[in-house]
């Protein structure tokens, strides 16, 4: 690993820990009822209901308003870690992003030389 890369590398790393300690503080000054608003709220709703076996519904009917990817990705996080548990949802969801930005770097890096 060269001196650039070792930089580049570790400026990638203090980036991400800084954008994840502000959001990570950010997140945790919303009050509970208003974590999933919205969007959010229809997702969570369906991913409690596939979590407790009542299948992809809304009142007990299927749902076909949305697609079903956000809310199975709830779903397993609610099933690991608890219904609602925004912060486990949060943390995820930012392990994803870091994943995303360093393969992303990576491609860049093997592509620019």
Not at 37 to 50: P, Q, R, T
Not at 60 to 66: I, W, Y
Request: overall charge neutral; some cysteine.
């Amino acid at each position: 690993m060269t001196r650039t890369s070792s930089i580049f590398s570790g400026v990638l790393v203090l980036l991400f820990v800084v954008v994840f300690a502000g959001f990570f503080m950010w997140v945790r000054t919303i009050p509970s009822g208003e974590i999933f608003s919205g969007d959010g709220a229809v997702y969570s709703k369906l991913a409690e209901n596939i979590v407790t076996t009542h299948g992809y519904t809304w009142d007990g009917k299927p749902f076909f308003e949305r697609e079903p990817g956000m809310s199975v990705f709830l779903a397993g996080v609610y099933a690991i870690f608890g219904m609602q548990n925004a912060t486990a949802v949060f943390v995820i969801q930012a392990l994803l992003h870091l994943f995303a930005v360093v393969v992303f770097c990576r491609v860049i890096r093997s592509t620019m030389g």
